[in-house]
Nanobody
Framework: QVQLVESGGGLVQTGGSLRLSCAASGPTFSVYAMGWFRQVPGKDRECVAAISRSGGRTYYVDSVKGRFTISRDDAKNTVYLQMNSLNPEDTAVYYC????????????????????WGQGTQVTVSS
């Protein structure tokens, strides 16, 4: 069983920054591919960033490229999402997720391929 706990959400003005953190339980965090998703009411959960088990491969949805950075610190069992130049369209509940079954050095952007989820953290960007 893997537990994920997000932190770092909040209210920020347009153009501001936030850093989300996701702390994972368990001794084998380094072998998990990790993802950050977001969801707004009435829409599907969207993968905004993902990172492979080695950290060598990353993915960003087009709308956040150049503004968001995903990273991981395996010594701390933590994955981060640095979000810069935020705009109101980034307002959502953000979730981190762990893909514990993936054995290759890749990642997934598919909701159904992630095995464990955090409780979510609200990010609100005011105009």
């Amino acid at each position: 069983q893997v537990q994920l706990v997000e932190s770092g959400g909040g209210l920020v003005q347009t153009g501001g920054s936030l850093r989300l953190s996701c702390a994972a339980s368990g001794p084998t965090f380094s072998v998990y591919a990790m993802g950050w998703f977001r969801q707004v009411p009435g829409k599907d959960r969207e993968c905004v960033a993902a990172i492979s088990r080695s950290g060598g491969r990353t993915y960003y949805v087009d709308s956040v490229k150049g503004r968001f950075t995903i990273s991981r610190d395996d010594a701390k069992n933590t994955v981060y999402l640095q979000m810069n130049s935020l705009n109101p369209e980034d307002t959502a509940v953000y979730y981190c997720a762990a893909d514990v079954r993936r054995r290759s050095g890749s990642y997934s952007t598919e909701f159904g391929e992630y095995d464990y989820w955090g409780q979510g953290t609200q990010v609100t960007v005011s105009s």
